[in-house]
């Protein structure tokens, strides 16, 4: 009886070195990632916001759109504006092509008098006339085509303020498109359909989920055991009395030692130093944000 009770005590014993041998991990954290929360760049009522919490997002993905009546009116005006200015520009055209022909003409009666002049029936006081004339009229066309240029040049300077207006408006327009700006998870939702944006109003908060953050801690016993790049082993729990077996790599090791971080702590503990890593792991699925992770290294 008494070799069965000592032969009981040590498989008991033994079980119970495997158990713990199997749970002797070598640093704890928990799993985090990049939260980011997407907020209004636009003041007006919400349209359309067609997002839910844990709903998957593309980088680029248009997901609503905030009331922009208001802003196509403006730039409708200040486009009607532009078109009003260059209205008045002067048909340039017709106005040279006028004094063009005049001169064509006089051209052409210059070289009908060189002939009469050769042959004597005509006189060179009548030529030099029609050359005064020709350059009377050069000088004419000269100014009014100066006149024309400065006339066109100042409209079109009149519609100069006015495209910067439009840029703006337009830039505004595009802001009122609700685009996810990045990849990831809706993890919390702030706003809803027809309820007022302003300007920095948060509306959602997103992550990438497909790759979490462990934050885990080190002392400074097992800090030279440790490097960036490092490939380790991560336990989740998976039931139990068991684990999920993962693997993770060192993206970050703490420069500086700090107090462990425990919400609840004895005196002797609150004295022991630990170093900060943070170790990247690919998520399949089961991990979340806030779940305990275990270190292998």
Not at 254 to 280: C, G
């Amino acid at each position: 009886m008494k070799k069965i009770i000592i032969l009981a005590l040590v498989i008991g014993f033994t079980f119970s070195s495997c158990k713990k041998n199997e749970t002797n991990f070598d640093a704890t954290g928990t799993f985090e990632a990049t939260e980011t929360i997407i907020s209004s760049e636009a003041n007006g009522k919400i349209v359309a916001l067609n997002i839910l919490e844990g709903q998957n997002l593309e980088a680029n993905q248009v997901i609503g759109a905030i009331d922009s009546l208001q802003l196509h009116l403006k730039k409708e005006q200040l486009l009607a504006q532009i078109k009003a200015i260059l209205s008045k520009r002067p048909d340039a055209g017709k106005q040279i092509a006028t004094l063009e022909s005049q001169i064509a003409t006089a051209k052409k009666e210059k070289t009908r008098f060189e002939k009469l002049v050769k042959a004597e029936a005509a006189t060179t006081k009548q030529l030099d006339d029609i050359d005064a004339q020709i350059e009377m009229l050069s000088k004419q066309l000269e100014a009014l085509q100066s006149s024309l240029s400065i006339t066109t040049t100042g409209l079109q300077g009149e519609t100069l303020p006015v495209f910067p207006q439009i840029a703006q408006l337009s830039d505004q327009l595009e802001k009122c498109k609700l685009v996810n700006p990045i990849k990831g998870t809706v993890l919390s939702k702030y706003a809803e359909k027809n309820e007022i944006a302003m300007q920095g109003k948060a509306l959602y908060k997103i992550a990438d989920l497909s790759n979490l953050t462990l934050r885990a801690y080190v002392t400074g016993v097992q800090l030279p055991t440790i490097k960036i790049g490092q490939e380790v082993k991560i336990f989740i729990d998976n039931g139990a009395d068991k684990y999920k077996e993962m693997k993770g790599t060192i993206t970050w090791i703490s420069d500086k030692a700090e107090f462990t971080p425990k919400t609840i702590q004895t005196k002797e503990e609150r004295a022991n130093l630990v170093y900060a890593l943070k170790i990247n792991v690919a998520n399949d699925g089961y991990l979340k944000i806030g779940m305990y992770g275990e270190v292998k290294f």
